[in-house]
């Protein structure tokens, strides 16, 4: 018979929990190490530590921040100039089932035929009132047009990207 060729994941596997048992056996040498020390020694080292760890989570924080925050502001932009186009009814489908699968994770039982309802009349308000926006500057556009006011109009969007942009210089500036 014979011999089987080890598929990719389960040397993915292999090499995963082998990395995982000698970080453990480092990390518990470096604890019992530490533990043998001085109180000075102790207290220097987990404030140093601390402080680095710390330096890093914000700057790793505000990395991914800048990411994630750019990522959705260039969606939104592609979706406004229509070079996409978001199916949101989708998308918060998806996010319904994920919220009722955590939900039902933590709290033992799923959302109630309550919580159901009032997402659904949540949605279907908040697409009637982009329906509404929408006629409604399409009025205004009509409106300006025919009163020879054609000049620069702030958008809902350019309030966010100057706010976002405010942020960004904040966050950056304090730290």
Avoid at 114 to 137: C, L, P
Wanted: hydrophobic residues 40%; contains cysteine.
């Amino acid at each position: 018979m014979p011999l089987r060729k080890p598929v990719k994941n389960e040397l993915n596997k292999d090499k995963i929990a082998t990395m995982k048992k000698d970080t453990e056996a480092c990390l518990e040498k470096v604890v019992r190490d530490i533990s043998k020390t001085s109180a000075t020694k102790q207290i220097v080292l987990g404030v140093s530590s601390g402080c680095v760890t710390g330096f890093l989570a914000t700057r790793i924080g505000k990395v991914v921040a800048i990411a994630v925050g750019g990522g959705i502001i260039i969606l939104q932009i592609a979706n406004d100039q229509g070079y996409i186009n978001i199916n949101w009814d989708k998308v918060n489908r998806k996010v319904d089932k994920v919220v009722d699968k955590v939900e039902e994770q933590l709290t033992g039982e799923g959302p109630s035929w309550m919580d159901k309802a009032e997402r659904y009349v949540d949605r279907k308000i908040d697409k009637t009132e982009e329906v509404i926006k929408n006629k409604q500057a399409k009025v205004k556009h009509w409106y300006s047009s025919f009163m020879g006011d054609s000049g620069c109009q702030v958008k809902e969007l350019h309030v966010f990207l100057a706010s976002f942009l405010a942020g960004v210089a904040i966050g950056v500036a304090v730290s």
